[in-house]
């Protein structure tokens, strides 16, 4: 097989990975933890609990109507991981950490989406209370989306500083 191809392929099972954790550990969740319960996992640093999103990032467009949530929870979201995908697995490139970073984001985007399409609502579950750092309740796909976006934005910053060289 050739490299390009193999990159391709390792690409789409990292996507793919990113989607069944994701929605492994909210079907875990929405089986076995009550809603709105809450239970600490790590002391007060690391709570479980369980609510159903029905907007997006800490809730955001929850209050909107079915057209706009279809518009910009859905339809936007969807054209944007499928043009992420396309543009990733049309060229790779060498910057091995932009791929990642960008297979993390689309299995993320994708999680959540399936959730959006197919339960009208994102199952949200982790939420962190360390010092100062209190997050707003998230998911293993947000988790995988964060973690691309670091990637994504240290490997173009590593891209600057070496052109800038």
């Known amino acids: 097989m050739p490299a390009h191809t193999r990159t391709k392929v390792l690409l789409l099972l990292l996507i793919t ?38 907007g997006a990032f800490l809730g955001m467009g929850q209050d909107w109507n079915p057209l706009a949530k279809r518009v910009f929870l859905q339809g936007l979201p969807l054209a944007l991981m499928l043009f992420l995908m396309y543009r990733l697995l049309r060229q790779p490139g060498d910057n091995r950490t932009m791929a990642i970073g960008l297979s993390c984001i689309i299995g993320g985007g994708l999680g959540n989406l399936w959730d959006r ?40 910053g590593a891209q600057r500083k070496k052109q800038n060289s």
């Open 17 to 54: 990975f990113n989607v069944l954790v994701d929605q492994w550990s909210k079907d875990a969740v929405r089986t076995h933890v009550a809603p709105d319960s809450y239970t600490e996992l790590a002391g007060p640093a690391l709570i479980l609990t369980r609510v159903e999103n029905t």
């Open 117 to 156: 399409f197919y339960l009208g609502s994102v199952t949200d579950f982790f939420q962190m209370r360390a010092g100062p750092l209190h997050t707003g309740i998230f998911n293993m796909a947000d988790v995988s989306v964060s973690l691309g976006l670091v990637l994504v934005l240290l490997a173009y």
